[in-house]
């Protein structure tokens, strides 16, 4: 007995001995195939940590753009199925009493996908349905547990995201633009050209087991993208398009567009057009066309894109009514879902480009100055219209047979097409063109903005440039710009001559707030000089208190602009983009706004008051904002007044000298008008002249066939003279007359009668 017992210890002995050599065995031999069957069961594998998208705030740190972080609900169906009684019913019932999920889609959901440990159910929920799951996850849990009972809520987490989200709605939309969903690329505005920037570095969490076989995590955490500092001020944005939804409500247009600049460094205080969109869901910018229109759009876009892409290689092309033969219903509505959200997106302030009218005749007498060709107190006589090239092209003033005898500063309060030709003549194609190249026409600014119009092919070159051409464009037809190249270069001419880059950027911060980049004025050139600045400051501020511009005053302050009303192509049609672009205070500008109003929805276009009453109440909203003080007192005003008042009855002074009667102060018109039905005579598209242009620094072009009256300088300016020298001064404007007559007979060019006689009766009046 003791035998067999000693034989069976012996047994177990070898046989434990042998079990432990093969587990030795197994783990020397077959350890990482074994580490690999438990890393299949563990949660080990990385993760992506999402970045948080950078801010963009305006010049004060209220926030335009920003991102708040969401969660996405994540469902285990391989957790909740490895103990279905306990888990199913319960975590089925916490989902449909917190979200509202069907019941009967949920059981399917999870049951259809036993064996996925990861499924992405829901996305962007907000923290506080988070809190609500994850408390009632909670109770019912403790409950269950304190009850006996199995049942658990398990397998629903939430995953971290981050949603873009703008405080403001469309305010700035076209400023700002808009980011994917998922935060990585923007979309027009700052989120496009600081994309860059904005965007961050995704971090991960990696998981892996040591050398215990113990799973270890590991965190990169992610870096979050820069803030973005834009120089746009909120208050001054929401000033400017409560003003552009008034005007669209009565009587609107088809375009209105408004640029706020600082005139001394170029920075964009507001941007806006009557395009604008919900930066949340700018998608829905499509909501506003209709199902019949999006199908016009969609046509004519497939028809394009059917034609671009055939050209290449059979060369066949579709008519319009062909399309449906090669695009399905609904691919056609894609093409003009496209082209309606490309519409409304657009930022007209930028992208569009047009024939700016009035304005620009600042940037031909400025150009004329610095060059010599005129003086400050030179005159010029305008009869209502100059031949040139075969046109009659028209002053606005053609009705009433012209303005008369004009000084350079009267020429701009008037807004006198015919004086603005006869010193673009004076200084010649290639002087003009320089200058026009200095104001920054016909080349991009450089703004830190996409979708910046290049209007190269638009502005024509002193080689391409006839005395039509040179006519036309001295007065801002037959050339196009865009609104911020407008408003760009008349910051440089009344800043005293500095052209600054526009731009809409201060700042770019880190994720701790302090700076990574400062986005400094930039200086381009000089343009003009300090005395020609003065000179242009002090004739519009003339313009806005006696001249055209009188609709743009804004009680207290000192407002000088220049009006304009340019005549759209086709001429036929008699539409308009009417204008203003003034800054205040007139002689040391803080603050400019431009304002174009394109083909205004009246009967009656050419009023330039359009864009002058929308400025007025822009400035009379901003410059109390801007901390920019009245320059008058009403106190003294009403004290002044008060004192000219007629004396009491009976207290009369009679021994006091009659004093001398002073000359009637000249009166202006005071709105930019054309008539209803007038023909101005400008081309649709510039002709090229039959005769050689041979353009000359000063003087005249020699083959232009046109030579411009003789100039006479009084030392008295005609806004000045006294019912005493009328009379000599019509003796001279008569002679003057004269010999102009006769410098145009020598140069070949041919004046009628009447127009001589016309010529001389304005004189005869005394003008």
Not at 294 to 320: C, F, P, V, W
Not at 557 to 576: D, L, V
């Amino acid at each position: 007995m003791q035998e067999k017992l000693a034989v069976t210890v012996i047994v177990i002995t070898l046989a434990l001995f042998a079990l432990i050599y093969v587990l030795y065995h197994i783990i020397t031999t077959k350890q990482d195939s074994y580490n690999q069957i438990v890393l299949s069961q563990q949660q080990y594998d990385s993760r992506v940590l999402p970045y948080r998208r950078g801010d963009i705030v305006d010049r004060n740190g209220t926030y335009l753009a920003t991102t708040e972080k969401v969660y996405n609900l994540i469902i285990d169906s391989k957790q909740i199925m490895s103990a279905e009684d306990d888990y199913l019913d319960a975590t089925v019932t916490a989902l449909v009493t917190v979200f509202g999920y069907d019941e009967t889609e949920m059981r399917n959901l999870i049951r259809d996908n036993s064996t996925k440990a990861y499924l992405r159910y829901a996305k962007q929920l907000s923290y506080d349905q988070k809190e609500a799951f994850e408390q009632y996850q909670s109770d019912t849990n403790k409950a269950n547990a304190k009850a006996d009972s199995k049942a658990r809520v398990k397998g629903v987490w939430f995953e971290d995201e981050f949603r873009r989200i703008y405080p403001y709605n469309s305010l700035a939309c076209n400023v700002i633009g808009f980011a994917t969903s998922d935060g990585g690329t923007g979309n027009g505005g700052i989120e496009q050209s600081y994309n860059d920037s904005l965007v961050g570095t995704n971090g991960r969490e990696y998981g892996y087991l040591n050398d215990d076989s113990n799973l270890e995590r590991v965190i990169k955490p992610a870096e979050n993208g820069n803030t973005v500092v834009s120089t746009i001020d909120v208050n001054i944005q929401n000033a400017v398009e409560k003003r552009i939804n008034e005007w669209m409500a009565d009587p609107g247009s088809e375009h209105i567009g408004v640029v706020v600049m600082n005139p001394n460094n170029g920075e964009v205080l507001a941007m806006a057009n009557n395009s604008m969109f919900d930066l949340n869901n700018p998608r829905s910018a499509a909501d506003s066309f209709s199902e019949e229109e999006l199908r016009e759009l969609g046509l004519k876009e497939a028809m394009q894109t059917y034609n671009r892409q055939h050209k290449k290689t059979d060369g066949s092309t579709i008519t319009i009514d062909q399309v449906p033969e090669h695009y399905s219903a609904d691919e056609i509505r894609s093409y003009g879902l496209q082209v309606a959200w490309n519409q409304k997106w657009r930022n007209y302030d930028i992208s569009d480009t047009y024939e700016p009218g009035s304005p620009s005749k600042i940037f031909t007498v400025a150009a004329a100055l610095e060059e010599g060709v005129i003086s400050p107190n030179d005159t010029f006589y305008c009869d209502g219209y100059q031949e040139v090239a075969g046109h009659q092209i028209k002053c606005t003033a053609y009705h009433k047979g012209g303005h008369g005898m004009l000084t350079v500063a009267e020429a701009l309060m008037v807004s006198c097409n015919d004086a603005m030709m006869q010193i673009a003549a004076k200084m010649g194609a290639t002087t003009f063109t320089r200058y026009m190249d200095a104001f920054g026409f016909g080349q991009k600014t450089g703004i830190d903005l996409p979708g910046e119009a290049d209007a190269r092919g638009l502005v024509r070159s002193a080689s391409e440039m006839n005395s039509a051409d040179l006519a036309t464009n001295s007065f801002g037809q037959n050339y196009n710009c865009s609104m911020i190249q407008m408003a760009a270069a008349y910051c440089s001419v009344v800043n005293g001559g500095s052209y600054y880059e526009p731009h809409v950027v201060k700042q770019i911060l880190n994720d701790q707030g302090s700076v990574v980049k400062e986005v400094k004025p930039k200086l381009v050139r000089e343009t003009v000089s300090e005395s020609t600045s003065s000179f242009i400051k002090d004739a519009l501020y003339r313009t806005v208190s006696e001249g055209t511009g009188k609709a743009a005053a804004v009680e207290g302050y000192e407002i000088a602009g220049k009006t304009g009303t340019a005549e759209k192509i086709p001429r036929s049609a008699k539409n308009y983009l009417l204008s203003f672009c003034g800054f205040a205070p007139a002689h040391d500008p803080q603050v400019l706004v431009y304002v174009t109003v394109d083909t205004p929805h009246v009967e009656d276009q050419p009023h330039s008051t359009y864009a002058s009453g929308v400025f007025s109440k822009i400035m009379g909203d901003i410059l109390p904002y801007l901390n920019v003080f009245p320059s008058v007192d009403f106190e003294q005003q009403q004290s002044e007044a008060a004192a000219q008042l007629p004396e009491a009855e009976g207290i009369t002074d009679n021994s006091s000298v009659t004093p001398e009667t002073e000359a009637e102060p000249k009166v202006y018109e005071t709105e930019e008008y054309i008539e209803p039905g007038a023909d101005s005579d400008l081309p649709e598209d510039v002709p090229e002249s039959t005769e050689t242009d041979e353009t000359g620094e000063s003087g005249t072009d020699a083959g232009s066939g046109y030579v411009p009256p003789a100039q006479t300088a009084s030392e008295t300016s005609a806004s000045e003279s006294s019912p005493e020298s009328s009379a000599a001064e019509s003796e001279s404007s008569t002679e003057a007359e004269r010999q102009t007559e006769s410098q145009t007979e020598s140069a070949g060019e041919s004046t009628s009668q009447a127009e001589r006689e016309t010529m001389s009766a304005t004189s005869s009046a005394g003008e």
